[in-house]
T-cell receptor, first 113, second 114 residues
Framework: AQSVTQLDSHVSVSEGTPVLLRCNYS??????LFWYVQHPNKGLQLLLK??????LVKGINGFEAEFKKSETSFHLTKPSAHMSDAAEYFC???????????FGSGTKLNVKP | DSGVTQTPKHLITATGQRVTLRCSPR?????VYWYQQSLDQGLQFLIH???????AKGNILERFSAQQFPDLHSELNLSSLELGDSALYFC?????????????FGPGTRLLVL
C-alpha cells in the first residue's frame, strides 16, 4: 500500500530564511515522488519529481528535495524564502506498476515580510 | 496558464442531480487525469485516460464515470449527487501515459451541491 504523510499542516517562515517542508512516504514498491505547489485559486504546478536517477532533485524556483530511502523521506527545501512562495505544497507518491497517485494532506507555507 | 482548459468554472446544483465536467488537454497531450479536492478528503486521484482508453482508476465512486473522446477531450460525469460531492475537480494532461510524465493542471471546476 502507498501513502504519504506531510508532517506539518502549516509552516511559517520569514522572507529570506530557509524553508523545510517535510514528507514521509510508505510504498511497497520503488516509489516515484513528486512535490506540487498550489497557489490560491489556482491549479497545481509540478515543482520537482524523483525518478531514481539521483537522490537530490532540483526543481523550479530554487526548490530541491532529497530522497532518503532509509528514512522513507522526501523533504522539500529552499535556501531563502520569497514572498511569492506562500502557497500550499503537496507531496505525492506513485509507483510504476499501478499508475496511481496518492497525495499528502498538504502544507500551507506562510512567508512573513 | 497551463494550456489545460476546464468548463464550467463554477457549478451549483441540487442533490440527486447529474452534471458533466469537461476538460480539454494541452495540444498534443494524450493523457487526461481527473482529481477531486475537498475539505474532507483532501486531494484524491480519480481516474486516468490515455489516448481514449482507461489507464488507471483511483478513488472514483461508482456514481462517477469518465471518458476520453477521439479528439482527446475528456468528460467527468457525476450522478446522484450528494452534499459530500461538493469539491474542486481538477483535470490534468500529459504527453505520455507513464507515471513520470509531467502533468499540467487546469484551473478546476468548483462544484457546489445544495
Amino acid at each position: 500500500a502507498q501513502s504519504v504523510t506531510q508532517l506539518d499542516s502549516h509552516v511559517s517562515v520569514s522572507e529570506g530564511t530557509p524553508v523545510l517542508l517535510r514528507c514521509n512516504y510508505s510504498s511497497s514498491y520503488s516509489p516515484s515522488l513528486f512535490w506540487y505547489v498550489q497557489h490560491p485559486n489556482k491549479g497545481l504546478q509540478l515543482l520537482l519529481k524523483y525518478t531514481s536517477a539521483a537522490t537530490l532533485v532540483k526543481g523550479i524556483n530554487g526548490f530541491e528535495a532529497e530522497f532518503k530511502k532509509s528514512e522513507t523521506s522526501f523533504h522539500l527545501t529552499k535556501p531563502s524564502a520569497h514572498m511569492s512562495d506562500a502557497a500550499e505544497y503537496f507531496c505525492v507518491v506513485s509507483d510504476l506498476n499501478f499508475n496511481k497517485f496518492y497525495f499528502g494532506s498538504g502544507t500551507k507555507l506562510n512567508v512573513k515580510p | 496558464d497551463s494550456g489545460v482548459t476546464q468548463t464550467p468554472k463554477h457549478l451549483i446544483t441540487a442533490t440527486g442531480q447529474r452534471v458533466t465536467l469537461r476538460c480539454s488537454p494541452r495540444s498534443g497531450d494524450l493523457s487526461v487525469y481527473w482529481y477531486q479536492q475537498s475539505l474532507d478528503q483532501g486531494l484524491q486521484f480519480l481516474i486516468h485516460y490515455y489516448n481514449g482508453e482507461e489507464r488507471a482508476k483511483g478513488n472514483i465512486l461508482e456514481r462517477f464515470s469518465a471518458q476520453q473522446f477521439p479528439d482527446l477531450h475528456s468528460e467527468l460525469n457525476l450522478s446522484s449527487l450528494e452534499l459530500g460531492d461538493s469539491a474542486l475537480y481538477f483535470c490534468a494532461s500529459s504527453v505520455g501515459g507513464g507515471v513520470l510524465e509531467t502533468q499540467y493542471f487546469g484551473p478546476g471546476t468548483r462544484l457546489l451541491v445544495l
